[in-house]
């Protein structure tokens, strides 16, 4: 092969002036595969020529096993050798495996001491009588969707597989189908409560029972009318209820005013009679008892005509009453006179007599 020697750059700028050791000259035209090819970037300058071929190129072949197929499937649907495949796919396999190993050191669940993912699912297929041998775990991501792990193991004598996804970032992988579910979700664990059912009897079914009845009902009484009510209430109204008084407490209510305010002894006869201050709510027909001294009766001449008087008989003059008798003789007992007693004014209320 001979060697061509570098002169300089042509005229038009676009390409290079080459000259061999015999002194003739060549011209390499400056694009992107010479570009890279002087940058030393390799996947660049191989992605323009297998462009220029019309073939997969680096990027695709590598995303393609990244989404999970293998060296053979790939040379098989783009027809390039496998050996130009897996010159590229080792960096691949290699950030599977990584992930595939991220997956299975996460912890299912939200506790400190939750199990991992790769101890939980070994665990669940010894217990299902699987070959621990035959598990083998990968993962795959198809473009920038999320990493989907795969756990592959032997029931059987048949190849079965769960898949979960993985979050790389937030480091927590979650089941997609039944199988991955049983195999690490660990609800499953805990005891199904069953539910409570009660035998039903036998019942034979009558359709005279069920059919609804011709009878009429018994009419509802009628609640008791709002005037009657009222009725109670009013009659209800003002009486007073009994008051449980204990048998200790015998003493009498004095009142709050002064001790002698209401004393009427002292005072005259026109006064003998004044009534005592009620509660506004008393009924004075009941309750009040006015106590009033026998008075004498003065004689009246007789009238000159007309029919005889119907007034009781003279009553003799008494002697007049010194003031020593009328101490030693007891004093008469008052009658009760069940009259109407006025209601008293304020004063006597509050000064215990009446106004002068």
Avoid: N
Wanted: aromatic share 4%; glycine share 6%; charged share 30%.
């Amino acid at each position: 092969m001979g060697e061509l020697e570098l002169v300089g750059l042509h005229e038009d700028g676009e390409h290079l002036v080459l000259v061999a050791p015999d002194g003739q000259r060549y011209r390499v035209r400056i694009d992107e595969p010479l570009r890279a090819a002087v940058r030393r970037d390799r996947p660049q300058l191989e992605q323009l020529r297998a462009e220029q071929a019309g073939t997969l190129t680096p990027r695709e072949i590598q995303a393609r096993i990244r989404a999970g197929a293998t060296a053979q499937e790939v040379a098989e649907s783009s027809g390039v050798p496998v050996e130009s495949v897996r010159r590229y796919e080792g960096p691949v396999l290699a950030e599977r495996e990584w992930v595939a190993e991220q997956a299975r050191a996460t912890r299912v669940g939200r506790d400190a001491d939750a199990p991992v993912l790769g101890d939980l699912v070994t665990d669940r297929l010894a217990a299902r009588g699987v070959d621990p041998t035959s598990l083998a775990w990968d993962a795959a991501r198809d473009g920038t969707g999320p990493w989907t792990v795969v756990a592959r193991f032997v029931v059987a004598d048949a190849p079965r597989e769960a898949r979960w996804t993985y979050d790389a970032v937030g480091r927590a992988v979650v089941a997609v189908e039944d199988e991955a579910r049983w195999l690490s979700e660990t609800e499953l664990d805990e005891p199904v409560s069953r539910r409570h059912l009660a035998a039903v009897r036998d019942v034979v079914f009558d359709i005279d029972a069920m059919s609804p009845s011709t009878e009429p009902a018994p009419p509802l009484e009628a609640p008791e009318p709002t005037h009657v009510l009222l009725d109670e209430l009013r009659s209800r109204r003002g009486v007073r209820q009994p008051l449980e008084t204990d048998g200790e407490d015998d003493e009498e209510f004095e009142g709050f005013g002064p001790q002698h305010a209401f004393d009427f002894s002292g005072a005259g006869p026109d006064d003998a009679s004044a009534p005592g201050a009620h509660p506004l709510d008393a009924d004075p027909d009941r309750e009040a008892v006015v106590l009033t001294p026998p008075r004498p009766e003065r004689r009246e001449p007789p009238a000159l005509a007309g029919p005889a008087p119907t007034a009781p008989g003279p009553v003799p003059a008494s002697e007049p009453v010194t003031q020593a008798d009328a101490a030693e003789r007891p004093t008469p007992e008052r009658r009760a006179r069940r009259t109407r007693a006025k209601v008293p004014s304020w004063d006597e209320i509050v000064f215990g007599a009446k106004p002068e």
